[in-house]
């Protein structure tokens, strides 16, 4: 008899919040867990799925089953942290800043607006959690020094090991990049950066979302074999403005792959794993 439930809004092998709650369950070790996630998916918002789980979580916590809520556990997102049955157990957190000018609403909301909700579903989580765990280090910033003694950070790079492949293979890529339709992923400045490479003949392969770039290769969904395959054959990776410890970023440092960024995310970058990492000023078009 399962004595623990856990509600994961994602649980797919190719994507990275369903490889995240894969590790964040095996790193419970408990063995009598429920899973329950939407397998049937009906095109609904992630935001609808998140009520759902709040929802099939009180209706175990009623059967006397103790709760998880896994995955899609922004911060800003406070009724989560908030609504859940008492004593749930919250899965790694995560979240992104804003390092871009702000330039439209969006950007607006992502500066000012989103750092009020951070601090509530602090202040939540402080009242109901002994452990508070966070994916990344990225939102260390606005955690206060109390709330500081009870919170993890970094459970992404901390639980997946990175074992640097230094065998030497012939890498026919000069360039990957792991492309999500997001809008706080990338932006007109990734474009144009790549753009720019193809016009200095370089090879780009594109894994993911649709994205239309002339002279780039577009693979689509890879599954993780396939992934690990190409990236060992692959010079450089060009991540995103949202989060520099993603476990696809994590994988290029496995296989050997340098990983072009933000120079404005550097902070999250530990002192051994500098040399993998080449800081770009997109508004300099330089290296750093």
């Not at 190719?14 to 996630?37: M, P, Q, T």
């Not at 459970?155 to 030497?168: L, R, T």
């Not at 792991?178 to 016009?199: A, W």
């Not at 689509?220 to 450089?236: A, E, H, Q, S, Y």
Request: with cysteine; hydrophobic share 40%.
């Amino acid at each position: 008899m399962n004595k623990h439930t856990s509600w994961i809004c994602d649980y797919n092998k190719n994507s990275g919040e369903g490889n995240l709650a894969r590790i964040y369950l095996n790193s419970l070790k408990i063995k009598d867990i429920k899973v329950i996630n939407p397998k049937y998916k009906f095109y609904l918002s992630e935001y609808i799925y998140q009520i759902l789980g709040i929802l099939v979580l009180w209706y175990y916590y009623f059967l006397g089953k103790k709760t998880i809520y896994v995955n899609y556990l922004p911060l800003w997102n406070s009724f989560i942290f908030l609504l859940c049955p008492p004593k749930t157990i919250f899965g790694p957190i995560t979240g992104s800043i804003q390092i871009n000018k702000i330039k439209n609403i969006n950007s607006l909301i992502r500066a000012k607006v989103l750092p009020i909700f951070y601090h509530l579903s602090l202040i939540i989580l402080n009242y109901r959690q002994k452990k508070i765990l966070f994916a990344t280090n990225i939102l260390k910033k606005y955690v206060n020094k109390k709330i500081k003694k009870k919170s993890v950070f970094n459970f992404i790079p901390n639980n997946y090991s990175i074992k640097i492949n230094k065998k030497k293979t012939k890498r026919i890529f000069d360039l990957i990049v792991y492309y999500r339709k997001h809008k706080n992923k990338f932006f007109d400045h990734h474009i144009t950066y790549l753009e720019n490479q193809i016009n200095n003949k370089k090879k780009i392969i594109i894994v993911g979302d649709k994205i239309n770039i002339k002279g780039c290769i577009y693979l689509g969904t890879v599954n993780k074999i396939k992934l690990l395959t190409l990236l060992k054959r692959t010079k450089f990776c060009l991540s995103g403005d949202d989060n520099l410890l993603s476990l696809f970023n994590l994988e290029c440092l496995m296989t050997g792959v340098k990983i072009i960024f933000n120079h404005k995310l550097k902070f999250q970058i530990s002192q051994k794993n500098q040399k993998q990492f080449k800081p770009y000023d997109y508004e300099l078009e330089t290296f750093l």
